[in-house]
């Protein structure tokens, strides 16, 4: 048995997720147990659906974390909502609506995709078409932030198009969380999912989830029992609600560091948050781009929390991902499905969207990419990312 507790090398997490943890978060990880229906914990439970809705900004009252990963708050949504046969509409232009749509289908759902390519959002055009080869479909699901490819969806219009048609209008915001808006109640969405390992910058294993009257209004109005008994938010609810039913041992820990990280995220102040996220961003692309790299993903559908570029030709997408862990302690992420091998997916997301960590990705691409044959202007990407913050700087002084 070895003697110490496993010590973790320190890394600076720019991947798709998980992003770094702040201190705060750690220590609270770190607090003594109560029992999870202590009085004290109740109290936390309370608090914590009160700064969940207002990171998802909504009056949602069923606004809780489900005990899982993000995945766990897919399957909740879908289950909860959905009965055999119903008719389901999904955007799928990458893993998650990928992912999104197997779930569906297993939940006995006729899935319609409207698709559209990896690195594209799904246009409104290509929903109205999926919507226009059902007869009665109940919801419209798309992933806010695609993290497989980098793509923000736009929510305004597909919102708009699942009303009409009388569906429930569904996002995963697993990604986009607590990094641009996500706005529950403006846009009408009846029901959402998060992670806690994205712009929240919690450790995984919590996913918060929301569901708004009309959500409600079907689980209430189900002919057959929730098929997971796991996921089932009609005893949940009674857990979180004033009953205090037991359910399940909430993972007391993680509640503990949830908590923590939303009081985080309400201190910074959510325009701040996003405001901070759009900066790194915009500074990274404009790095890169002098690097003489390629984003992946046209201006307009680009998410600010994660950033995919083109691997230039001749470049080993491995080896350099070795190099920067090993080198700078820098982790980025490769490409999923038809896009592995040529694009990473670079993170800047909640803690780890800082211009220390946009200087040092950037320092560490113009060390190594010549290692492989490429040309770069010593200097060019940080002095072209300087030039951004520079003017944020300015900007923010001036107002
Ligand atoms: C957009 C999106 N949806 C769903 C998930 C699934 O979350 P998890 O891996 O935490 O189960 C992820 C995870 O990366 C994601 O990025």
């Given at each position: 048995m070895p003697e110490a507790v496993f010590p973790p090398p320190r890394r600076i997490l720019l991947g798709p997720g998980p992003s770094d943890v702040h201190p705060r978060v750690l220590a609270a990880l770190a607090q003594p147990l109560v029992g999870h229906l202590d009085p004290a914990f109740i109290a936390l439970m309370d608090e914590t659906k009160a700064l969940l809705r207002r990171v998802f900004q909504t009056t949602n009252e069923l606004t809780i974390p489900i005990s899982g990963t993000g995945s766990a708050g897919l399957e909740a949504c879908i289950v909860n909502l959905v009965e055999p046969g119903d008719e389901v509409v999904i955007g799928v232009n990458g893993v998650f609506g990928t992912r999104l749509a197997e779930v569906a289908a297993r939940a006995g759902a006729s899935v319609v995709p409207a698709e559209a390519p990896w690195g594209e959002a799904v246009p409104e055009e290509t929903l109205a078409a999926a919507l226009a080869r059902t007869r009665r479909p109940k919801l419209v699901v798309v992933v806010h932030a695609e993290t497989s490819t980098g793509v923000w969806q736009p929510l305004e219009g597909a919102s708009r198009l699942a009303h009409e048609a009388g569906a429930l209008f569904v996002v995963d915001c697993v990604t986009s969380l607590a990094g641009c808006?996500?706005?529950?109640?403006?846009?009408?969405?009846?029901?959402?999912?998060?992670?806690?390992?994205?712009?929240?910058?919690?450790?995984?294993g919590l996913s918060p989830v929301t569901f708004g009257p009309k959500a409600i209004g079907v689980l209430r109005t189900r002919t057959r029992?929730?098929?997971?008994?796991?996921?089932?938010?009609?005893m949940l609810e009674k857990y979180w609600g004033e009953e205090r039913v037991y359910h399940h041992t909430a993972p007391i820990s993680m509640n503990y560091a949830l908590y923590e990280a939303l009081r985080l995220v309400v201190e910074e102040g959510l325009e701040e948050r996003f405001r901070r996220h759009r900066l790194h961003h915009t500074a990274l692309v404009a790095g890169l781009e002098a690097l003489g790299l390629e984003m992946a993903v046209a201006p307009a559908h680009r998410l600010w929390m994660l950033n995919s570029v083109r691997i230039p030709d001749g470049v080993d997408d491995l080896a350099l991902r070795r190099a920067l862990l090993a080198e700078d302690q820098i982790e980025i992420g490769g490409g999923l499905g038809p896009l592995k091998g040529k694009i990473w997916r670079i993170g800047l997301m909640g803690q780890s969207s800082t211009a220390a960590n946009v200087r040092a990705l950037l320092g560490a691409l113009e060390r190594l990419l010549p290692r492989h044959g490429l040309r770069v202007?010593?200097?060019?990407?940080r002095a072209a990312a300087e030039r951004v913050l520079a003017a944020a700087g300015g900007a923010a002084r001036a107002s």
């Amino acid at each position: 048995m070895p003697e110490a507790v496993f010590p973790p090398p320190r890394r600076i997490l720019l991947g798709p997720g998980p992003s770094d943890v702040h201190p705060r978060v750690l220590a609270a990880l770190a607090q003594p147990l109560v029992g999870h229906l202590d009085p004290a914990f109740i109290a936390l439970m309370d608090e914590t659906k009160a700064l969940l809705r207002r990171v998802f900004q909504t009056t949602n009252e069923l606004t809780i974390p489900i005990s899982g990963t993000g995945s766990a708050g897919l399957e909740a949504c879908i289950v909860n909502l959905v009965e055999p046969g119903d008719e389901v509409v999904i955007g799928v232009n990458g893993v998650f609506g990928t992912r999104l749509a197997e779930v569906a289908a297993r939940a006995g759902a006729s899935v319609v995709p409207a698709e559209a390519p990896w690195g594209e959002a799904v246009p409104e055009e290509t929903l109205a078409a999926a919507l226009a080869r059902t007869r009665r479909p109940k919801l419209v699901v798309v992933v806010h932030a695609e993290t497989s490819t980098g793509v923000w969806q736009p929510l305004e219009g597909a919102s708009r198009l699942a009303h009409e048609a009388g569906a429930l209008f569904v996002v995963d915001c697993v990604t986009s969380l607590a990094g641009c808006p996500v706005e529950i109640d403006r846009l009408a969405i009846d029901a959402a999912y998060s992670g806690t390992q994205k712009c929240l910058s919690c450790p995984p294993g919590l996913s918060p989830v929301t569901f708004g009257p009309k959500a409600i209004g079907v689980l209430r109005t189900r002919t057959r029992p929730v098929q997971s008994w796991y996921l089932d938010l009609t005893m949940l609810e009674k857990y979180w609600g004033e009953e205090r039913v037991y359910h399940h041992t909430a993972p007391i820990s993680m509640n503990y560091a949830l908590y923590e990280a939303l009081r985080l995220v309400v201190e910074e102040g959510l325009e701040e948050r996003f405001r901070r996220h759009r900066l790194h961003h915009t500074a990274l692309v404009a790095g890169l781009e002098a690097l003489g790299l390629e984003m992946a993903v046209a201006p307009a559908h680009r998410l600010w929390m994660l950033n995919s570029v083109r691997i230039p030709d001749g470049v080993d997408d491995l080896a350099l991902r070795r190099a920067l862990l090993a080198e700078d302690q820098i982790e980025i992420g490769g490409g999923l499905g038809p896009l592995k091998g040529k694009i990473w997916r670079i993170g800047l997301m909640g803690q780890s969207s800082t211009a220390a960590n946009v200087r040092a990705l950037l320092g560490a691409l113009e060390r190594l990419l010549p290692r492989h044959g490429l040309r770069v202007a010593a200097g060019a990407g940080r002095a072209a990312a300087e030039r951004v913050l520079a003017a944020a700087g300015g900007a923010a002084r001036a107002s």
